[in-house]
């Protein structure tokens, strides 16, 4: 039953009432502002109001009364006349028993709202947040932030089918912090906004952004061997998961992060690109039982995460990070999937990728669930119907659930693929059977599941690891800069420095890096799937080695915009690989090749090696793939052949009735011919033979003959 709604009047004026305990959160109205907050075996709550984010007195301290401000395990309070922007916390009293229960309540500790829609963190200081103690001079704020008022013009989420779809995964601050971008709005969202055109002009159809609900950038700060200072920079440690993160903010003191975020959504889905969001539910930025106080583990520690079953003051560690949220639980299923549906309905986000997503499949036990209703929620929920998910299907503690990751819907992020087109590209023999499954939609790894090539997401880099300049550029890591001796990183790259490791002025490497860059972008292009990459490799971006950039908030992980120019022929090259992937349907088809025939009498799909139907799927000596494409009524034919030896090939050329082969791409040939835009591809008229230079991919297309003389 909710509570009476007696109204009182606090010492210093706004007049406070029982409140109601849904929705959570604070939802202001016309005439003052509801808080909700579920605070488990909590015993005391206090509602501290300030009128600024880096206020440190409050104007006014609410004491919630359990007989009227509690509705079971909720606790809820109508301030009436309190308006949007007014900034508040909380302190939360109970039972202090780390080891038995694994209850965590301390009244001295300052809190912030688990749905609190603005964290501001002017003040914040973490060291003191680890203490017993806590300081109204070194905590959080949340601000009020009313939803309504918001003109979206009309906008609406774009619903674009996911085999139409091509991922750009992007950092928001790093992708205009440097000088070399000449943004007005360095770092933020308003930045994303002033680079629009160059991304439609890529062709990209969606942007991933690295988390950018409100993280602790000050988590782990040092100084580097190098003297910079170092940083959780790609925000994979939430603390507010309703709240966008106030530094890519240009206003985040006047509370302003819903709006400056809708108004990126709003100019991304005018430019016809989906925003997708990387979703941090795995753990939180309050770390292990040394970690921070400041918001689940003062609210209901028991609940929200994984503690040991020995000693509860522990916290087990699938994540790798600290603490394991309990996504299962029903609270916590209830806090995610309303997250995730707040960010739908009202921030008209398209998509979510979930970090460690195999957590979300753990039960109260940490034990994967044969039926895990958290996965399974955002599955069936109508609410999220349309939108895009997408699953990191590991974790930490060695769960891994690519192909099998609960669900239908899920697509997940495919790292067979990157690292079987790592290793092909990169010259290793013997592999063409599995890479000609990668290319045809990783049905190996998917379709025993009941999934089509749309659940997989195909990359070759992403954040975590080498950039594709640095993987033809390194044969190891180089994380020095990181202070941690190199340790840290993946030590298992699949890379090849083309002969000399680091920067070059020889011209001859520097041109087979080159042209290695292309072949991972065309395979990429040229495969059944969902392709995601990494900013900048389009412009040759470069970490100078670092395959783990988490901390470097400097040039070293930002984007540089001079390479753009410098390396306009990749830009170009990529753009065009990415037109061509859209202008052909045959590209990007939603199920899997059937071996139907075209009128022309070609199949959807058929392999060869140097030799027609020999692809040599069973040769541990070949590097050598082709395959003949059937394109569907109205389109063309494609015919691909990957050359990843080092030596100059024939390959016969199939044929095809009542038509000619025209060259449209070929990596070994200098910028433009590389890659031609429609109408400016070359007719093949050296017969049945094409002759493929070593290590380079060349796509044909059939068209009618000009010449008269077909091969």
């Not at 941090?280 to 918001?295: K, R, W």
């Not at 000609?436 to 954040?463: E, L, M, W």
């Amino acid at each position: 039953m909710t509570a009476m709604t007696a109204t009182t009047a606090t010492p210093l004026g706004y007049l406070v009432e029982a409140g109601r305990p849904h929705p959570l959160g604070a939802t202001p109205d016309a005439e003052g502002v509801n808080f909700s907050l579920f605070a488990g075996a909590a015993t005391e709550v206090t509602l501290l109001l300030f009128s600024g984010a880096d206020d440190r007195v409050p104007i006014q301290t609410v004491r919630l009364d359990p007989e009227t401000n509690r509705t079971f395990q909720f606790w809820h309070v109508y301030v009436r006349g309190a308006t949007a922007r007014l900034h508040y916390a909380y302190r939360v009293g109970g039972p202090w028993d780390p080891s038995g229960s694994g209850h965590r309540y301390n009244p001295e500790k300052v809190l912030i709202d688990p749905y609190g829609r603005g964290v501001t963190h002017p003040v914040w200081n973490r060291a003191r947040a680890c203490d017993p103690d806590d300081n109204l001079e070194c905590s959080m704020r949340t601000a009020v932030i009313d939803l309504g008022g918001y003109d979206w013009e009309g906008d609406r989420p774009l619903n674009r089918p996911m085999n139409e779809t091509i991922i750009y995964e992007v950092h928001v601050g790093g992708f205009t912090r440097s000088l070399s971008s000449a943004a007005r709005s360095p770092g933020t969202f308003a930045g994303i906004v002033e680079k629009i055109p160059y991304l439609q002009r890529l062709g990209i159809t969606a942007v991933e952004l690295l988390p950018v609900f409100c993280f602790d950038p000050t988590e782990g700060e040092r100084v580097g061997p190098d003297g910079r200072v170092l940083s959780n920079y790609w925000g994979y440690s939430t603390v507010g998961f309703f709240s966008p993160h106030p530094a890519y903010c240009q206003s985040p003191h006047e509370a302003s992060h819903i709006t400056e975020f809708r108004d990126m959504v709003k100019a991304l889905h005018r430019a016809g690109i989906e925003v997708i969001l990387d979703v941090v539910f795995n753990h939180t930025s309050e770390g292990n039982q040394d970690g921070p106080v400041m918001s689940f583990k003062g609210l209901a520690n028991y609940v929200y995460y994984h503690l040991s079953p020995e000693d509860r003051q522990f916290y087990m560690n699938y994540s790798g990070c600290g603490n394991t949220v309990n996504c299962n639980h029903p609270i916590v299923e209830k806090f995610v999937r309303e997250c995730l549906e707040f960010w739908t309905r009202e921030m008209h986000v398209d998509g979510f990728r979930f970090d460690e997503a195999s957590i979300l499949s753990r039960g109260p036990d940490g034990a994967p669930l044969a039926l895990p209703p958290l996965p399974w929620d955002v599955e069936l929920s109508e609410a999220l119907a349309d939108v895009k998910i997408i699953a990191e299907a590991w974790d930490a503690a060695g769960l891994y659930q690519v192909g099998y990751f609960p669900g239908y819907r899920w697509a997940a992020w495919n790292g067979r693929y990157r690292d079987d087109i790592r290793r092909f590209v990169r010259g290793d023999e013997g592999l063409v059977g599995v890479v000609a499954s990668r290319i045809a939609g990783s049905a190996d790894i998917f379709q025993p599941g009941g999934h089509q090539p749309v659940n997989s997401i195909n990359f070759i880099t992403a954040h975590d690891g080498f950039t594709l300049n640095d993987l033809v550029t390194y044969n190891g890591k180089h994380n020095q800069a990181n202070g941690e001796d190199n340790r840290d990183g993946n030590d298992d790259n699949s890379s090849w420095n083309c002969g000399v490791e680091g920067d070059t002025n020889d011209p001859l490497i520097d041109g087979l890096r080159r042209r290695q860059i292309k072949n991972f972008i065309a395979i990429l292009m040229l495969s059944q799937g969902v392709p995601m990459v990494l900013a900048g490799d389009e412009a040759r971006g470069t970490q100078h080695g670092n395959n783990n950039a988490y901390c470097q908030d400097n040039p070293i992980g930002w984007f540089d915009w001079e390479l753009v120019e410098r390396n306009h022929d990749i830009v170009r090259f990529f753009s065009e690989a990415v037109s061509l992937r859209k202008r052909h349907p045959i590209l990007h088809r939603a199920r899997y090749f059937k071996g139907t025939l075209n009128e022309r009498g070609l199949a959807d799909v058929t392999w060869h090696g140097c030799r027609l139907n020999s692809p040599g799927w069973s040769d541990p000596a070949s590097s050598v793939l082709a395959f003949t494409l059937g394109g569907p009524s109205g389109d063309d034919d494609l015919h691909v052949t990957l050359n990843m030896s080092p030596e100059n090939l024939d390959f016969d050329l199939p044929p095809v009735a009542g038509r000619a082969w025209w060259r449209v791409m070929d990596t070994s040939l200098p910028s433009p011919g590389d890659i031609v835009e429609p109408g400016a591809e070359v007719e093949i008229t050296t017969g049945s033979v094409y002759r493929v230079s070593g290590r380079s991919v060349v796509v044909l297309i059939s068209r009618p003959s000009v010449n008269g003389e077909l091969p």
